[in-house]
């Protein structure tokens, strides 16, 4: 595979549960990234991965826990969502040289909450 | 204010151009980027300028980008009904304190009609 791929495509889940986003490139990049898209907002950076090394939170709720393993790998954990939470969550991976950011996005998972 | 900022809707017939707009707010902004998302997909990179140009041509897009008045613009030649999409403008800047960051416009949404 190439590129930046994501799982689930779409996922419904209860407030109660626990779930968890996968992305991964492919693409040998230094920086992988969380974003949230939702209706009529514009897109919300979350979390900023660089050398595997988180290097921004943007004062995101507690129930939202990135992990990043390797530099290839990031994840998004859920636990105890709400509703408000249902977005399309984007990741995206870039290969970071001075302020140059050419971000390449994977195709989002769908997130319901209900 | 928004950092970046665009009209959130154009209407073009087919074979017309469109011209895209975006004004910016931060003066040390270094590269600008033009990203377009179709329905259900992620965002794909569609062309990038670094701010000492004025112009870049891509085959059927044109960048203009006006340094003293912070405004980007992406121009489609010959628009056909599968350029549209969202159009999001981004810009990336030595502002703050992590590499890689991207700050995104709304979007602006363009449709075609045959």
């Known amino acids: 595979e190439t590129g930046v791929t994501q799982t689930p495509r779409h996922l419904v889940m209860g407030m109660t549960n626990k779930k968890s986003l996968k992305c991964e490139q492919h693409?040998?990049?230094?920086?992988m990234y969380w974003y949230k898209q939702s209706a009529k907002k514009p897109l919300e950076l979350m979390f900023v991965y660089n050398f595997k090394e988180q290097t921004e939170n943007n004062s995101v709720p507690s129930r939202f826990s990135p992990e990043c393993p390797n530099s290839s790998h990031l994840f998004l954990h859920l636990h105890t969502l709400q509703p408000e939470d249902s977005a399309l969550y984007l990741c995206?991976?870039?290969?970071?040289?001075?302020?140059?950011?050419?971000?390449?996005f994977g195709q989002g998972t769908r997130l319901t909450v209900v | 204010g928004e950092d970046v900022e665009q009209s959130l809707f154009l209407s073009v017939r087919e074979g017309d151009s469109s011209v895209i707009n975006c004004t910016y707010t931060d003066s040390s902004s270094t590269y600008l980027y033009w990203y377009k998302q179709e329905p259900g997909a992620g965002l794909q990179l569609l062309t990038y300028i670094f701010s000492n140009m004025d112009m870049k041509q891509d085959q059927r897009l044109t960048v203009l980008l006006n340094k003293k008045d912070k405004h980007l613009s992406l121009r489609i030649a010959d628009t056909q009904t599968g350029d549209s999409a969202i159009y999001f403008c981004?810009?990336?800047?030595?502002?703050?304190?992590?590499?890689?960051?991207?700050?995104f416009g709304r979007g602006t949404q363009l449709t075609v009609w045959p």
């Open positions: 981004a810009e990336s800047s030595n502002r703050g304190s992590t590499l890689g960051r991207l700050y």
């Open positions: 693409l040998g990049h230094n920086a």
């Open positions: 995206a991976s870039s290969q970071v040289s001075g302020y140059r950011t050419e971000a390449f």
